[in-house]
C-alpha cells in the first residue's frame, strides 16, 4: 500500500445486526467495496469503549439471540470466499467465559486473524498472549492521546498487526475537535511506533475526515458510522437488500476512494 501511496481502511461491523443473518452479505459487500480488514465485533451487553450507535447496535444484536459461537459461524462462512483480514473486537469478559484456549482455537479454526478487546491492557495481556500465539492469533492494543510515551512504546512491542490509535479521549462515534492537538498527538505516535502500522479510528465518518486524520497514520478504521447507516438502510422498509447493499457499497468505497470514480475498483 506504501508503493500505491495508499491508506489502509478498516470497517467495523457487529455481528447479527441489524438482522441476525445479514451480516454474511455485510461483510461480502464491505470486503468487494475495498476495506483492508474487517473488524466483526461481538456484541456484549457492556461494551465500555463504544459510543450509543455501536452500543445499540450490540443491544439490538443481542436481542437477535446472537452468541459468540455465532461469530465464529460468520468468519468460517466469511473465510470460504475471501482472504481479506478480519479481526475479532469484544470484550475480556465473554472470553473468559468461554475459555481463553477454547475461544482462540475456535478464532483460529473459523479464520480469524487477530483479536481486539479494548479492556485488556498490554501489561496484562499474559492472560491471552500464550493462547492466542499457540493458535496464530495476532493481538492488537489500543493508545489514546492522554498515553505517555513509555507506554506507546510498550503497546508497540506487545501488538502485532497493528497498534490502534484512539483519536480522542471518548467513546467511538464521538465527534473529532481540536484538529491540531489530534495531529500533534498522531505524529507523536508515529515517532514511537516502530514495530508495527500504525492505524487511527473513532470519529471518522467521510472521505475528509479518513484523509486528514490518517495523514500521519498508515491508514484508518470506520465504525459507527457504518454501523448508523446500516441502521438507517434497515430502517427504510421501502429498501430491497440489494438496494441496502448498493447504498453501503457506495458509502465504504467512498470512505476510501472519495470521489474520484476513477480508482474506485469496479
Known amino acids: 500500500m506504501k508503493a500505491r501511496n495508499?491508506?489502509?481502511m478498516g470497517i467495523f461491523v457487529?455481528?447479527?445486526f441489524p438482522e441476525r443473518h445479514a451480516t454474511g452479505a455485510i461483510l461480502e459487500t464491505i470486503d468487494a467495496a475495498g476495506a483492508d480488514f474487517?473488524?466483526?465485533g461481538m456484541p456484549f451487553s457492556d461494551p465500555l469503549a463504544e459510543g450509543l450507535p455501536i452500543q445499540q447496535s450490540s443491544e439490538q444484536a443481542l436481542r437477535n439471540g446472537v452468541t459468540m459461537k455465532d461469530a465464529f459461524k460468520t468468519?468460517?462462512?466469511?473465510r470460504k470466499k475471501s482472504d481479506t483480514p478480519l479481526l475479532l473486537m469484544g470484550y475480556l469478559n465473554p472470553v473468559y467465559r468461554y475459555g481463553v484456549s477454547n475461544f482462540c482455537k475456535d478464532a483460529h479454526s473459523s479464520g480469524v486473524d487477530g483479536l481486539i478487546l479494548p479492556d485488556l491492557p498490554p501489561e496484562e495481556s499474559n492472560l491471552i498472549r500464550e493462547a492466542a500465539a499457540a493458535h496464530n492469533l495476532n493481538l492488537v492494543f489500543l493508545i489514546a492521546p492522554n498515553t505517555p510515551d513509555d507506554r506507546i512504546t510498550q503497546t508497540d512491542a506487545l501488538s502485532s498487526a497493528f497498534v490502534y490509535a484512539v483519536s480522542m479521549t471518548g467513546l467511538t462515534g464521538t465527534a473529532i475537535n481540536g484538529m491540531d492537538a489530534v495531529s500533534t498527538y498522531l505524529q507523536r505516535a508515529r515517532?514511537?511506533?516502530?514495530?508495527?502500522p500504525l492505524m487511527v479510528g473513532f470519529g471518522i465518518k467521510s472521505f475528509d475526515d479518513a484523509m486528514r486524520l490518517s495523514e500521519h497514520t498508515d491508514g484508518f478504521i470506520v465504525g459507527s458510522a457504518v454501523i448508523k447507516l446500516l441502521e438507517k438502510l434497515w430502517q427504510d422498509t421501502t429498501l430491497t437488500d440489494e438496494a441496502r447493499l448498493t447504498q453501503l457499497r457506495a458509502f465504504v468505497q467512498q470512505l476510501k476512494y472519495g470521489t474520484k470514480?476513477?480508482?474506485v475498483p469496479a
Open 6 to 8: 495508499e491508506k489502509a
Open 14 to 16: 457487529t455481528n447479527g
Open 38 to 40: 474487517i473488524e466483526l
Open 75 to 78: 468468519v468460517e462462512t466469511f
Open 191 to 196: 515517532t514511537l511506533v516502530k514495530e508495527n
Open 261 to 263: 470514480d476513477a480508482s
